[in-house]
């Protein structure tokens, strides 16, 4: 079975644009959550989409935003990027969605976003 | 109240030596509190879990330990070898997972 896969690997943009990750889940799973990881702070809620619904979002400005699509793959993202949006975003994808009982993320290695 | 408080942000342990990572929490509701490993380049991947109406889990060489009145809990890593060199994240959920700040573990023969 293929993991979660992330395009692209890495991305370079300048500040004041915008951009858009893609996120295709393991088969069968219909949840996607997004995290934000920078060195220092660890991984940071983005949201999380089930069955193409936001189920539930973390405090990231309005800039930061996402879509679930029937299939389940999942796009996110952010417009005018500014300099301290540089750092690995990671999906991750689930059978039944977080907070379901003992529910297993499975994540994907990221896209590395570095804005100049 | 959300927050998931991790410590330390890196360790040197000896081969065959016992790492140990804490965690501390505020939220009561949070009700899973799993650990992820984390290698270079790659993502995050889930290590062992526990819940809070049990206080040990051991996993071969990983046991976790909760105190839930403490409201913390650690991750044991007896017989420490290189290979488990990597970034370890704490983490705690109720609807969603919460992770704490990572730990460096590097791991020397």
């Known amino acids: 079975k293929a993991g979660v896969t992330q395009t692209p690997r890495y991305l370079i943009k300048t500040r004041g644009q915008q951009v858009t990750l893609s996120c295709s889940p393991i088969?069968?799973?219909?949840?996607v959550s997004w995290y934000q990881q920078t060195p220092g702070q660890g991984l940071q809620f983005l949201f999380e989409?089930?069955?193409?619904?936001?189920?539930n979002k973390g405090n990231f400005p309005g800039r930061f935003s996402g879509r679930q699509f029937s299939n389940s793959r999942s796009e996110m993202n952010v417009s005018t990027l500014e300099l301290g949006d540089s750092a690995l975003y990671l999906c991750?994808?689930?059978?039944?969605?977080?907070?379901?009982?003992?529910?297993?993320?499975?994540f994907g290695s990221g896209t590395q976003l570095s804005v100049l | 109240q959300q927050q998931v408080k991790q410590s330390p942000q890196s360790l040197i342990v000896q081969k065959g030596g016992i790492s140990i990572i804490n965690c501390a929490y505020e939220?009561?509701?949070?009700?899973?509190f799993p650990w992820y490993q984390q290698f270079p380049g790659k993502g995050p991947a889930l290590l062992i879990a526990?819940?809070?109406?049990?206080s040990e889990k051991k996993e071969g060489r990983f046991t976790i330990s909760f105190n839930k009145s403490a409201k913390q809990f650690s991750l044991h890593i007896m017989d420490s070898q290189p290979g488990d060199s990597a970034t370890y994240f704490c983490?705690?959920?109720?609807?969603?997972?919460?992770f704490g700040t990572g730990t460096r573990l590097q791991v020397f023969p």
């Open positions: 991750a994808s689930s059978l039944l969605g977080q907070g379901a009982y003992n529910e297993k993320l499975f």
């Open positions: 088969s069968g799973h219909r949840s």
């Open positions: 989409y089930f069955s193409e619904t936001q189920r």
């Open positions: 939220n009561t509701a949070f009700d899973y």
């Open positions: 526990i819940r809070p109406d049990v």
């Open positions: 983490a705690a959920s109720t609807d969603k997972l919460i």
